[in-house]
């Protein structure tokens, strides 16, 4: 079983940038997909991006295409999301999310606790 802690959260004017770090303990970490979704106060959480075990494939959700990227050090156990050109709409809590096996699907097993991200306009 892994365990994920979210960092990097903060406040931020608009336009501007602020990198994510998920630090995973316990598991294989290379054996893991990963992924952010992030979560607006009355809103569901939505998928955000995520990464393959090798790093070598992502995928992103529309209204944050070619603004995050996604990446991820094995070594470390850390898997980053790097936020530029940041608009108020993307004011929610972030989490980390890890499950065995490939991006394809949506469906996460293991959860970090969240970390707020407000962007002011």
């Known amino acids: 079983q892994v365990q994920l802690v979210e960092s990097g959260g903060g406040l931020v004017q608009a336009g501007g940038s602020l990198r994510l770090s998920c630090a995973a303990s316990g598991g294989t970490f290379s054996s893991y997909a990963m992924g952010w979704f992030r979560q607006a106060p009355g809103k569901e959480r939505e998928f955000v991006a995520a990464?393959?075990?090798?790093?070598?494939?992502?995928v992103y959700a529309d209204s944050v295409k070619g603004r995050f990227s996604i990446s991820r050090d094995n070594a470390k156990k850390t898997v980053y999301l790097q936020m530029n050109s940041l608009k108020p709409e993307d004011t929610a809590v972030y989490y980390c999310?890890?499950?065995?096996?490939?991006?394809?699907?949506?469906?996460?097993?293991?959860w970090g606790q969240g970390t707020q991200v407000t962007v002011s306009s």
């Open positions: 990464i393959s075990r090798s790093g070598g494939s992502t």
């Open positions: 999310a890890a499950r065995p096996g490939t991006i394809l699907s949506r469906n996460y097993d293991y």
